[in-house]
Each structure stands twice: as C-alpha cells, then as structure tokens.
C-alpha cells in the first residue's frame, strides 16, 4: 500500500482508531474536522499525538487523495459528501464508515460517483478498538468489489501491537 494517500474525514474516535495503522503502511495520511478550527479541540491535539497532517480546511485535506474515509458523525454524511467533491481526485474512493439511514447513504452515493468519484458504505461489525483497521467490516455499494483489495492491502499491513 506504500504510496497511497488517504484522508481521514473526521477524527473523533474511528479516526484516531485508524489513523496510527494507516499512517504505518500508506504513503500519505491528512486529516480533516470541523473541529480542527479549534487549536485546543480534542481532535486538533490528538492530530498533533498521532503526528497526522491536520489540514487547514477540507480542500487541502482531499486534494489528490486516492482515499477518503470518512468518519463523521451520522447527521453530517451527505454534508461530508458535498464538501469533498469539488476537490476529489477522479475516481478517488469515499470510504463511508457511518451507521445512518439507506436513504442518506443512497444519497451521499449520489453525490459523490456523479462527481466521479467512487462511494463505498461500510458496517463496522465490532468496536473499532482494539483492532483498528482488522475491525471486521461489511462493504456495499457498486464499486465495493473494487474497494476490496484496498481493503485487503489496508488489513494486511497492519502493525503488530506496540509497534
């Protein structure tokens, strides 16, 4: 997986979960939260303890990007959608790790493959701690057999605990 750039869209508890493994296999991780705004916000300094580029604003967190995982609150996908399209890298992967409704799903999917880009839902079957990026996951959508050998190369190269 060693040259792809990913950005986190969230960094609340998901993305601090997989930003460690995903920084130790990938060539690029940035992360982007409305929150970061804030300097002292819990998840502008927990970017600084995960040494992960906080962007300054969502264009230079998904500008060039070959992943987004998006990581937001349930509330905010299809804002989280619209928000990176203008600056998604054609055909990029948006990785959607939420739990909301098919219809806000179906929707975000919308927005994101009409810009080119490539939408992919996930369920989380398990907590994200402590396996991280190992966390078994249920993938849809109509690129998701596409997505999965990233899925894969993302799972196999995790670090051993500790490392």
């Given at each position: 997986?060693?040259?792809?750039?990913?950005?986190?869209?969230?960094?609340?508890?998901?993305?601090?979960?997989?930003?460690?493994?995903?920084?130790?296999?990938?060539?690029?991780?940035?992360?982007?939260?409305?929150?970061f705004l804030d300097s002292a916000s819990e998840p502008s300094r927990a970017a600084?303890?995960?040494?992960?580029?906080?962007?300054?604003?969502?264009?230079?967190?998904?500008?060039?990007?070959?992943?987004?995982?998006?990581?937001?609150?349930?509330?905010?996908?299809?804002?989280?959608?619209?928000?990176?399209?203008?600056?998604?890298?054609?055909?990029?992967?948006?990785?959607?790790?939420?739990?909301?409704?098919?219809?806000?799903?179906?929707?975000?999917?919308?927005?994101?493959?009409?810009?080119?880009?490539?939408?992919?839902?996930?369920?989380?079957?398990?907590?994200?701690?402590?396996?991280?990026?190992?966390?078994?996951?249920?993938?849809?959508?109509?690129?998701?057999?596409?997505?999965?050998?990233?899925?894969?190369?993302?799972?196999?190269?995790?670090?051993?605990?500790?490392?």
């Amino acid at each position: 997986m060693t040259g792809l750039s990913i950005c986190l869209l969230g960094f609340g508890e998901v993305g601090q979960a997989l930003c460690d493994d995903l920084r130790a296999s990938v060539g690029r991780v940035s992360a982007w939260d409305l929150k970061f705004l804030d300097s002292a916000s819990e998840p502008s300094r927990a970017a600084a303890r995960h040494e992960v580029l906080a962007a300054s604003d969502v264009k230079h967190a998904v500008e060039g990007v070959d992943l987004v995982i998006s990581a937001v609150t349930a509330a905010q996908i299809g804002e989280a959608a619209r928000s990176v399209v203008p600056h998604l890298k054609g055909e990029a992967y948006f990785f959607d790790l939420n739990s909301t409704s098919p219809a806000a799903k179906c929707a975000a999917a919308s927005i994101v493959d009409s810009a080119g880009g490539r939408f992919v839902e996930a369920a989380i079957m398990s907590p994200i701690s402590p396996r991280r990026v190992a966390s078994p996951m249920l993938l849809g959508g109509e690129h998701a057999a596409a997505f999965l050998p990233l899925a894969r190369a993302s799972r196999a190269q995790k670090p051993s605990p500790g490392s």
